[in-house]
Nanobody
């Protein structure tokens, strides 16, 4: 059974930092990429970042490029999202999900976790 468990969300002031974690299990890590997307109230789901299992390459939404960094620890089957210079518009529930191994889709292709709330105050 595929399991993706996010953690690390919280309340932070604008300009602050958070690091999200996604612990993955129940599938072959090399068969999928893991990425992050977010959902804010009243807004469409937005793909945030993805890290390829093929070559470790990374993709970012233009809204977070230069501020967020995705990384993976394959030994721990965990993917991280380091978020810096946070803005109030980053407030959302953040989810990690499975993506094609080359991150060729901005939409998750299968399972995702329960999400972790990130709230950025102004």
């Amino acid at each position: 059974e595929v399991q993706l468990v996010e953690s690390g969300g919280g309340l932070v002031q604008a300009g602050g930092s958070l690091r999200l974690s996604c612990a993955a299990s129940g599938f072959t890590f090399d068969d999928y990429a893991i990425g992050w997307f977010r959902q804010a109230p009243g807004k469409e789901r937005e793909g945030v970042s993805c890290i390829s299992s093929s070559d470790g390459s990374t993709l970012y939404a233009s809204s977070v490029k230069g501020r967020f960094t995705i990384s993976s620890d394959n030994a721990k089957n965990t993917v991280y999202l380091q978020m810096k210079s946070l803005k109030p518009e980053d407030t959302a529930v953040y989810y990690c999900g499975l993506y094609p191994k080359d991150c060729s889709s901005s939409e998750p292709i299968g399972s995702w976790g329960q999400g972790t709330q990130v709230t950025v105050s102004s």
